[in-house]
């Protein structure tokens, strides 16, 4: 069996053309949905992130803010910025670029940032909601993952899912969004005794592990989607996931690419999350105006 491959680039472009054309209607309300994201340090990876988010928001017109901070910042500095961003009319999302420098205490930051304002789906009470399955911001890695599953058909319900990697921002979320749509659902990570033994079993694999093509054709069965999560670089420095692409390919009866899987996925959702939230301010400031 060769895999179908699963295309995020045409699907993440589907999305940004739908998002483009709600911005549109928006604008006409005079409303620019307006995005601040926020970099501290000079990661190289973080700033090529950082931009494709800015340059995304301005070719689907919307307004983004770059704010770019030395590593040396203090924490209190960052919550002063985001506290200024929470009660800024203009911005509809804020997005702090992770990983923080050490002195920086992550938690304190994303709990900082006004809820209806957490694109990132982060904060306590977005993941809260996620959890009893109450409307919130999905966070964009996980949310994307579940675009392509069910733009191929791929119903999970009733499919034995397997979750490798539990990090609050892939692993974790996934699996709950899979749960959601009824699929039996198990979480590997790096203590799991017999990895093989339990992705041999899984209807659907979700590779979040961060180590380059860790995941061969002897991980899968026959037949199993996989979606690969990671964004590595092999031996040769070149671009690469978690799994095996060449390999697994010739077992799985859909696999993503890296790159072009679910990576341009991310940006698609950040996108619409960011839309979403402007949206809301709309219909909440058309209510106060019906009182
Ligand atoms: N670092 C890696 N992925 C992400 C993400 O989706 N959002 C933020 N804020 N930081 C990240």
Do not use: W
Not at 77 to 101: A, R
Not at 102 to 107: G, L, R, V
Not at 172 to 180: C, S
């Amino acid at each position: 069996m060769t895999a179908e491959l699963i295309d995020g680039k045409a699907v993440s472009l589907k999305i940004k053309e739908r998002v483009q054309q709600r911005v549109e209607k928006l604008k006409t309300n005079g409303i620019t949905p307006g995005l601040s994201v926020i970099l501290v340090g000079d990661d190289s990876a973080s700033q090529t992130y950082v931009k494709n988010k800015k340059k995304t928001c301005e070719s689907l017109g919307m307004r983004s803010d770059l704010h770019l901070y030395p590593a040396s910042l203090t924490e209190q500095e960052l919550l002063k910025k985001i506290d200024e961003l929470n009660n800024d009319p203009d911005i509809h999302g804020i997005l702090v670029q992770l990983p923080l420098p050490a002195q920086i205490d992550e938690f304190k930051i994303i709990t900082a940032i006004a809820p209806e304002k957490d694109v990132d789906g982060f904060h306590p009470i977005s993941v809260g909601n996620l959890m009893i399955g109450k409307d919130t911001f999905l966070p964009c890695t996980p949310h994307g993952v579940m675009v392509l599953l069910e733009h191929y058909g791929i119903d999970p319900a009733g499919k034995h899912a397997v979750v490798i990697g539990r990090s609050n921002i892939v692993g974790k979320p996934v699996g709950q969004l899979l749960l959601q749509k009824d699929a039996t659902v198990t979480y590997c990570h790096s203590k799991t005794p017999d990895l093989k033994a339990m992705t041999q079993q899984a209807d659907i694999i979700i590779a979040a592990i961060g180590r380059a093509k860790f995941i061969g054709a002897d991980h899968i069965k026959e037949g199993a989607v996989v979606i690969d999560v990671g964004m590595n670089r092999d031996e040769n420095g070149k671009l690469c996931g978690d799994v095996d692409f060449e390999a697994v390919r010739e077992r799985a009866s859909f696999i993503t690419p890296v790159p072009g899987g679910v990576g341009p996925m991310t940006i698609a959702m950040l996108m619409e999350n960011t839309l979403l939230s402007a949206e809301k301010g709309l219909s909440k400031d058309k209510a106060s105006e019906s009182v």
